[in-house]
């Protein structure tokens, strides 16, 4: 059974920091692209960020320069440090993970104040 276990969201001021991690079962993790989405109250899942499983990255623009996904292969975790937060940050976010099919995680609260 595949499962997408993610960790970290909380509240935190503008300006400030969280990381996410998103621990996987289930999967070859090394073989699967991995990566974030978020969804905001009222509006369409997003991408933020992915990472193949050679390690190449690509991110929203909204988020370039102020969040960084990386991968540790060996702890079949995945994560997302979030810096510089801003209130438009604001969203559930969800882990994302595939190969032949996409699974997902049940995503994690983050909550930005301003």
């Known amino acids: 059974q595949v499962r997408l276990v993610e960790s970290g969201g909380g509240l935190v001021q503008a300006g400030g920091s969280l990381r996410l991690s998103c621990a996987a079962s289930?999967?070859?993790?090394?073989?699967?692209?991995m990566g974030w989405y978020r969804q905001a109250s009222g509006k369409q899942r997003e991408l933020v960020a992915v990472?193949?499983?050679?390690?190449?990255?690509n991110y929203a623009d909204s988020v370039k320069g102020r969040f960084t996904i990386s991968r540790d292969n060996a702890k079949n975790t995945v994560y997302l440090q979030m810096n510089s937060l801003k209130p438009e940050d604001t969203a559930v976010y969800y882990c994302?993970?595939?190969?032949?099919?996409?699974?997902w995680g049940q995503g994690t609260q983050v909550t930005v104040s301003s």
């Open positions: 990472i193949s499983s050679s390690g190449s990255t």
């Open positions: 994302w993970g595939s190969r032949r099919i996409d699974y």
């Open positions: 289930g999967i070859i993790f090394s073989m699967n692209a």
